[in-house]
Each structure stands twice: as structure tokens, then as C-alpha cells.
């Protein structure tokens, strides 16, 4: 295991500092088999610091983060993500996998979602992301920057995470273990950890193939599967 991994002699206040920008940005791509080791609260600290500087409408600020670290917490969180999770994925799994012609990368990233649920608990960081409505709506056009900013610092900084919203089917039993009212919502849960794997560019399509200026030409967007 790495330095970073076992915590040792981090200097938390530079590190990531040196990253590209764009380099972060290419290769952050969600990380689902997370070690078991601590991560240090300063660490946790940061990133989410880097969650403060999204935008937000009249910078309202909305985002609150909760980070749940204790074991037998997890252990909570995890029993109800692990159960929704498996009814939601398993029939489309057995199905793609018995389909030929069903795409080898997208039953690979099921198998990585379903490895997640099944070891959420020792995940040892669950970040929430939830924050104050605004005229009864969540105000997620602020909420989502911040979590991609916090997805790029922990990229920056070496820890492995993903973005998930399962635990919403649980919402409010969670926001109110995690002393949230219904005035603050969570709208996502990002898993963090320092990664089993590593971090490199994830498949894209080519950026032509998605940009179109003044018009989108009649057909250019075929139908998906």
C-alpha cells in the first residue's frame, strides 16, 4: 500500500496543489473499489472546501456536507444502499449478461456498481451532499457543481470516490439519521477512499460528436438503445 494510503507524513495543505487542470479533469473518472483505510479528516476537510468555490445563483451557498465515518454508521447506511441497490441492478445484470450483442464495458461497470453496494461499509468515508430549498425545490444547479468540484479534489489529491443517489429511495429515513431536516435534503452520496485501482481516462466519445454550433441539424441525434 502507498504512503498516501496508509496516511503517513501527508502534507494535506499541498497535496494535489501541483495537479493540472485539465489533467483532473480527464482522468477523474468514478473510482467504485475503495481500501478500507482511514482517510485523514483534514483530507476530508479539503475537498469538500473545494466544493465551496461552485458557483451558486446569488451565491447562496446552499451545499452542506456530511461525512460519515464511524464504522457502525456505515454499517447502517451501507445495509439499506446494499438491498435497494440489489433489487435495482440484478434482473438488468442477468440480462445483459445473457445478451451477446449487450456491450462487455457496460456489464463491467454494472459488476464495479454492484461491488460498491456490496462493500459500501468499508468504504471508509460516506460524503453527503445535501442543501437548504429554495421555494420548495432543491437548488441542484448549485449542488452539482460542488459535487464535481469535490470529485476533481479528490482526484487532485489521490483518493478514489463515484457520485450515487440510491440511498434517495431511503431519503428521508437517511437525512434524518444523518440530522437532516426536510428543509436540507441530500441529493447524492460520494464513497470515499484510496482506490484500489487508479485513476486514468475513462472511454469517451469524441467531443464532435457532441458539439454542434447555432443548430443541431434534423438527425444528427439518433436514437439510444
Keep these: 500500500m502507498s504512503e498516501l494510503g496508509a496516511g503517513a507524513d501527508m502534507d494535506i495543505e499541498m497535496l494535489g496543489e501541483d495537479v493540472p487542470l485539465f489533467e483532473a479533469l480527464r482522468t477523474a473518472r468514478a473510482i467504485r473499489r475503495l481500501r478500507s483505510d482511514p482517510v485523514p479528516s483534514a483530507l476530508i476537510r479539503k475537498v469538500c472546501e473545494a466544493g465551496t468555490f461552485a458557483p451558486s445563483g446569488g451565491n447562496r451557498q446552499p451545499w452542506i456536507f456530511v461525512a460519515v465515518t464511524e464504522a ?70 448549485a449542488l452539482f457543481p460542488a459535487i464535481q468540484n469535490v470529485l476533481l479534489a479528490c482526484r487532485g489529491v489521490g483518493l478514489g ?23 436540507t435534503p441530500s441529493c447524492a452520496l460520494l464513497p470515499i477512499g484510496w482506490p484500489l485501482g487508479r485513476h486514468g481516462r475513462p472511454p469517451r466519445a469524441p467531443v464532435d460528436e457532441k458539439l454542434y454550433f447555432e443548430r443541431v441539424p434534423e438527425g444528427a441525434i439518433a436514437p439510444r438503445r
Excluded: C
Aim: charged share 25%.
Design 161 to 183: 470516490a463515484s457520485l450515487t443517489t440510491v440511498h434517495l429511495a431511503d431519503g428521508p429515513e437517511i437525512d434524518a439519521y444523518l440530522g437532516l431536516s426536510p428543509a
Design 72 to 141: 457502525e454508521r456505515r454499517a447502517w447506511i451501507a445495509e439499506r444502499y446494499r438491498a435497494r441497490f440489489r433489487r435495482y441492478i440484478e434482473p438488468a445484470l442477468a440480462q445483459a449478461e445473457a445478451d451477446p450483442e449487450f456491450p462487455e464495458a457496460k456489464i463491467r461497470n454494472m459488476r464495479a456498481a454492484l461491488h460498491l453496494a456490496d462493500h459500501l461499509h468499508e468504504a471508509p468515508v460516506h460524503l453527503f451532499v445535501a442543501g437548504w430549498m429554495r421555494r420548495g425545490e432543491t437548488q441542484i444547479q
